[in-house]
């Protein structure tokens, strides 16, 4: 096989499949899984490699043309071909040991490093690695020790030097604006890194006093009548004032001293003549001196107090025996001192096999910290000359979006003058993800991307575009799909109303129009900024549309979980009469033992609360909460399954040993926690949809500036792999033009990398769509051109304008029918698959063994191909929805259009929710489900989901209906077969009985258990 590979991978071009291909190819050679080493950036992009690699070998042992497909892979890797029994085999062997596997991320192989060296790092036998709400509560603290640790007048002089002209500036602000943006360059950087700014002579006072009076004496521009311009006066005499009080930023921004620092010889129409500039070039001379000064003293300032800080940080983190994920890289590779990946320092022993093939997923975001640690294994895999280990890279510099962690992209595109050894580079242009038209779109922009004026502020920005559009290769579809590619542009803004409403509203309207269209596709809002995410969830589900941000969103869209954190809130803070309101008045205040008298006197209340905790955890004390969850009528079932995830929580909360609840309650704010049942469409920035694909992109925030913010931090790294040469402040443009060599130098470097970014961003944005495209831009302001993706997309899609209202352009070959074939349509004649291997549970486990009811259906072997196909059960969850509405039959009063809207949740096809809708209403009528539903007396579970203890093992799960008369229980578990199945879920409702025994205290024989055959009209009591 070929011994080195580095692939260059366009968006959608298979980096993923070309990865995994690998790795079979080093399994089929005979590799150990325990000599391999894949990293990636991600635990999700982890495990879609692993799941990649296992879903292909299953495939190739059921299908012949899966199994072409690889064997034709590892052609490429000179490998001779497999058969299916082969593949079998290797999935055998891959199940009973996914414990070697090494596929994991960076961070994940850093931690497992610092363990094995912790001796040699001075690190703690128990050190972990700290949360990060953990690590922010500490930054606080170690800001406090800090400055705690100062003298008053070196505080003082401190923050003199650090504060730039907002004197408005709290101290802490300011000091927390130095550490959060400032930290990361610090600990990549030596100290003379931070003073490589030129500052120049200045005047001395008389001379300066001399030229203060020039000023004063110096001759006006005048108008055609002769008389001195007003506006030269103006200049004058502010230039005056502002050079009298020191204010040369001021100075500088505009005014006569502005036009000359451009280079520029008038004002205001009128020359400069050589009297003029013998005054103003004097006094530019020393507002440079006097700005650079400042800015040398800011830099060694801020220097100064990150080093004080540092210690501070160290020294609380030390105290919890942990380390936050930048640690580690910088502890197993420091500035000066032993790299621990060197041969030398038995790194296979210690990892219980050595690493012989090592590969490298999105190698474009990688930091120099991260290779620093790396290197020594690449280069003693690279200089390797036996052919038994491999060196593996895939990576994309136009996907580089993480210079604001570090990731440096010319790690990638200098690997190979680094290491000849390696081959040239493998450039994939073949685009298997999205239709020809989308690709089209993005090539018609980037290739014309230096052509848009929006790049012509300054040089660095022109040169970004250039360099870009140098490096920019066009993309093919590989497959035939159709596609639509639309640019929009959104209603005006109203009087009053946020220039930003507009385009996310358009967005919004246009997603619930696009689900309705092809209700199967998946659509994602992809967003700038994480915080007009739940703005747009908003907007969305007031058109009917749920939607979730990817990873989820806090759980405090539920309103039982508000009272819940009310509660907790209260238990920390006794004297919070609102949040004792909010409990008392809330459906929870029987199980929290809140009434009336608690509100204007909440201390009784928060002490028993603060005891239950105290004596069962947070974990234990939601738990209990939860069947008054069930119970509340003002509770639906969003509650309750927010309020489950929320008890999840708090058990994973309670191994902090934590005394506070407020802790917990940022902790929740700030978790994100899937909702499983939105799955259609999903609102996430741009950096989060890294990775990922959709049918359908809509991209609403276009016209913010592209580069968003200026950076908090300047740095200048001419040697990729290498620690920063030299760090700065950021300061404006105009400043940094005073020290063209020095800061300006920086600027400059630091303004091409933001620009290279955003370009990269809008390139991921746009090409993680399928089949369509909107874009959404804001009517453009006369006059105005500023560096936006809206600029820049108005300007390479110029052509001709589309006749549809509010649409600027679109694709000419967009297709009608642009959605993706639904899922589920009819299967292509195939042969008899071959049968995977039977995997069973294990016998035993370190802790409880974990059942549901629903598992044992059918018994306990499980087909690999069984679970890797897709499940179709819309029908089934829809029809059992609606019956969980159902407590008795004769007080059932919904209507059809009702039940829509409830169903609605679980299925978003119209025409499949009033199928089943129909179905459902028919079996109402049916004598034996009427007979099941009717009688009115005794208590009704539905839906109640359990977790119980049963003879050592946790049994989880959900009962259908379950009905409690004296010391008696009924429970029915519904099914929609055609067919009476009743062996096949005996198993089931045996489970479910056994659990219900056991909540109620009674003996099996106390429970009786049906099988409610829905769609048969059938009933049938399983013994």
């Known amino acids: 096989m070929s011994t080195h590979r580095v692939i260059l991978a366009s968006a959608g071009t298979g980096k993923t499949y070309q990865l995994s291909g690998r790795f079979l190819a080093l399994l089929v050679r005979g590799v150990a899984p325990e000599r391999i080493l894949a990293t990636t950036f991600t635990r999700k992009a982890a495990g879609e490699i692993l799941d990649r690699v296992l879903k292909r070998l299953v495939d190739a042992a059921e299908d012949p043309p899966h199994l072409e497909r690889l064997n034709r892979q590892l052609a490429e890797e000179n490998l001779a071909p497999v058969d299916a029994e082969r593949c079998l085999a290797l999935l055998a062997d891959l199940a009973r040991g996914l414990h070697r596997f090494r596929i994991r991320t960076l961070d994940a192989f850093f931690v497992q490093l610092g363990g094995v060296f912790a001796l040699e790092l ?235 093939h090592l590969l490298l997923d999105e190698f474009q975001d990688t930091a120099p910290p991260q290779w620093r640690v790396l290197e020594p294994l690449a280069e003693e895999i690279v200089s390797d000359g036996s052919g038994e280990r491999s060196f593996f890279c ?9 210079a604001w962690r570090s990731g440096e992209p010319r790690l990638l595109s200098g690997l190979n003058d680094r290491y000849p050894q390696l081959a040239e580079p493998e450039e994939l242009v073949d685009n298997w993800r999205s239709s020809q038209v989308v690709l089209d779109s993005v090539d018609q922009v980037f290739r014309r991307i230096d052509e848009s004026r929006a790049f012509a502020k300054h040089a660095a920005q022109t040169e970004a575009a250039r360099t870009w559009r140098a490096d920019y290769a066009g993309h093919t ?143 234990e004390f939601l738990a209990e909460l939860l069947p008054a969850v069930d119970a509340a009528a003002d509770y639906g079932p969003w509650d309750a399954k927010r309020f489950a995830q929320l008890v999840d929580l708090g058990y994973a909360f309670d191994r902090r040993e934590a005394l506070r609840t407020t802790a917990f309650l ?51 790294r001419p040697e990729p792999d290498r620690r920063l040469a030299a760090v700065s402040t950021s300061r404006a443009h105009a400043v940094c033009g005073l020290d063209p060599e020095g800061l300006g130098a920086i600027r400059h470097e630091e303004d091409v990398r933001h620009v290279q970014e955003a370009l990269c961003l809008l390139y991921v944005a746009m090409t993680r769509a399928a089949h369509r495209l909107e874009m959404i831009v804001r009517p453009p302001k006369c006059g105005t051109r500023t560096l936006s993706y809206a600029t820049v997309l108005r300007d390479t899609l110029a052509g001709e304008p589309a006749d549809e209202p509010g649409v600027v352009w679109r694709h000419p070959n967009n297709a009608e029918e642009w959605w993706p074939e639904p899922p589920g349509g009819a299967p292509e004649a195939a042969e008899e698959p071959r049968r995977a291997p039977r995997f069973r549970a294990p016998q035993t486990a370190r802790d409880l063994r974990r059942r549901s009811p629903s598992a044992e259906e059918g ?72 007979e099941c539903l009717t009688g009115g007396d005794g208590e009704v579970w539905r839906e109640r989901r359990f977790a119980e203890v049963v003879d050592g093992e946790l049994w989880t799960g959900a009962f259908d209906r379950v009905v409690l008369r004296e010391g008696k229980a009924e429970l029915i578990d519904y099914k929609t077969d055609r067919v009476e199945k009743v062996e096949l879920y005996r198993p089931q409702v045996l489970g479910y009985r056994r659990v219900l025994a056991r909540m109620l205290d009674v003996g099996e024989g106390e429970v009786t258990a049906k099988l409610l055959f829905l769609e048969l009209g059938t009933v049938r009591e399983i013994g």
């Open 859 to 930: 018994g306990a072997a499980v087909q690999v191909g069984e679970l890797l196909r897709p499940r179709r059960f819309a029908r089934g969850t829809l029809i059992h929805r609606w019956f969980e509405e159902v407590e008795w039959l004769e007080d059932f009063a919904l209507d059809d259009d009702e039940l829509m809207e409830i169903g609605a949740s679980v299925e978003r096809d119209v025409a499949v929710r009033r199928k089943a809708l129909k179905d459902f209403r028919a079996m109402l009528e049916r004598p034996a489900v009427q």
């Open 122 to 356: 001075g690190l703690p036998p128990e050190w972990r690695i700290l949360d990060e709400d953990e690590i922010n509560a500490l930054m606080r603290d170690a800001l406090g020790d800090a400055l705690a640790q100062a003298e008053g007048l070196e505080v003082l002089d401190l923050l003199r030097a650090m504060q730039k002209v907002e004197a408005s500036r709290s101290v802490e602000r300011s000091l927390l604006w130095t550490v959060d943006g400032c930290r990361d360059a610090y600990l990549d950087s030596d100290e003379p890194a931070w003073d490589r700014v030129n500052v120049p002579d200045g005047l001395d006072d008389e001379r300066f006093a001399e030229v203060m009076e020039e000023l004063l004496a110096m001759p006006m521009a005048l108008t055609q009548k002769g008389e001195p311009r007003k506006s030269w006066i103006k200049a004058r005499d502010a230039l005056h004032e502002l050079a009298r009080t020191g204010e040369w930023e001021d100075a500088l921004d505009k005014g006569f001293l502005a036009k000359v620092a451009a280079g520029e010889r008038d004002f205001d129409r009128c020359d400069f003549t050589a009297e003029h500039l013998a005054v103003l070039e004097p006094l530019l001379e020393h507002a440079a001196h006097c700005i650079l000064a400042q800015v040398r003293r800011q830099n060694l300032a801020s220097h100064a107090w990150l080093e004080r800080f540092e210690g501070a940080f160290f020294s609380r983190k030390d105290l919890r025996a942990g380390l936050s994920f930048e640690d580690v890289p910088r502890a197993l590779a420091p500035a000066e001192g032993t790299q621990l990946l060197r041969a030398d320092f038995d790194l296979g022993y210690r990892l219980d096999g050595r690493i012989d």
């Open 394 to 402: 895939v990576g994309d510099v136009k996907q580089s979006i993480y």
């Open 666 to 716: 940022d902790y929740v704010r700030d978790t994100k926690v899937e909702d499983p049942s939105s799955t259609q469409v999903k609102v996430m920035t741009i950096h989060a949809a890294k990775g990922l694909e959709f049918d359908v992109v809509l991209l609403p925030e276009l016209d913010l500036s592209m580069t968003l913010r200026d950076p908090a931090v300047l740095r200048s």
């Open 477 to 619: 579809a590989a497959k035939r799909l159709p596609g639509a590619v639309v640019l929009r542009e959104s209603r005006p803004p109203y009087e009053g109303e946020s220039a930003e409403l507009p385009p996310l509203e358009l967005a919004a309207e246009r997603a619930a129009a696009l689900a309705a269209e092809a209700p199967h596709a998946t659509i994602a809002v992809l967003l700038r900024r994480n915080n007009h995410v739940p703005r747009t969830i908003d907007l969305m589900r007031r058109r009917g549309l749920r939607a979730s941000g990817e990873g989820g969103n806090p759980l405090t869209d539920s309103a039982a979980v508000l009272h819940a954190l009310s509660a907790l809130h209260l238990a920390d803070h006794p004297g919070d009469t609102a949040a004792a309101f909010h409990v008392a008045s809330s459906p929870l205040a029987g199980a929290l033992g809140a009434g009336d008298e608690d509100v204007d006197a909440p201390g009784r209340l928060s002490l028993d609360l603060r005891a239950r905790l105290a004596a069962i955890g947070l974990g």
